[in-house]
């Protein structure tokens, strides 16, 4: 499987954002796809995940009601809409493709996209 994350940028505080992860090869083998995100001088953390066949979502407390999760199985894209953005969303923002939308754990993930990268400006 190679994921390919895309659409991150410089916004301003309160604003919003879609990130994209186009997934190809093996498709047929993702069980659920997620996003994490890592900040400078901090752990890779678990922001979001979805089941892929089902779409039902998983959300970490920091981004739940700001952030929507969303797959187009037809187009093999992911998307993560973040909305009423912070200054400490500020990190490179990776897709990932892993076991179970339960699952929060970077290791128990076993593809990565490249990670695309967001700065929140206060």
């Known amino acids: 499987v190679q994921l390919q994350a895309y659409g991150g940028g410089l916004v301003q505080a309160g604003g919003s954002l879609r990130l994209s992860c186009a997934a190809s090869g093996s498709i047929f083998s993702i069980n659920a796809m997620g996003w994490f995100r890592q900040a400078p001088g901090k752990e890779r953390e678990f922001v979001a995940a979805i089941n892929w066949s089902g779409g039902v979502t998983y959300y970490a407390d920091s981004v739940k009601g700001r952030a929507t999760i969303s797959r187009d199985n037809a187009e093999n894209m992911v998307y993560l809409q973040m909305n009423s953005l912070k200054p400490e969303d500020t990190a490179v923002y990776y897709c990932?493709?892993?076991?179970?939308?339960?699952?929060?754990?970077?290791?128990?993930?076993?593809?990565w996209g490249q990670g695309t990268e967001v700065t929140v400006s206060s």
């Open positions: 990932a493709a892993g076991p179970n939308y339960r699952v929060i754990g970077a290791r128990e993930y076993n593809y």
